[in-house]
């Protein structure tokens, strides 16, 4: 896997493409949601000054929930601006 990530050719083609088109990208969102997540924490923190702080203390887990629920009702999982276009399943 990592000779695919390198640019090495995969001696079996299907093995690339799985890992070009699927897993590396769902890697590469995972490590940035998650260091973005934990970012917004430690100011979530820092700024009340309260160890314990999160998301519910400004309303922002509940504004989350509002807006997944009206792009899932509007968008039908998908969110598209322009002529860039996000699908909810592949």
Known sequence: M???LKGDIASNVSWQYIVMSYRFPQALTALLTGSVL???GLMLQAIFRNPLADASI???SSGA???VACVMM???GGLYIGGLSFGGFA
């Open 2 to 4: 990592l000779g695919i």
């Open 38 to 40: 934990s970012v917004c």
């Open 58 to 60: 400004l309303g922002i």
């Open 65 to 67: 929930g509002l807006g």
């Open 74 to 76: 509007l968008f039908g």
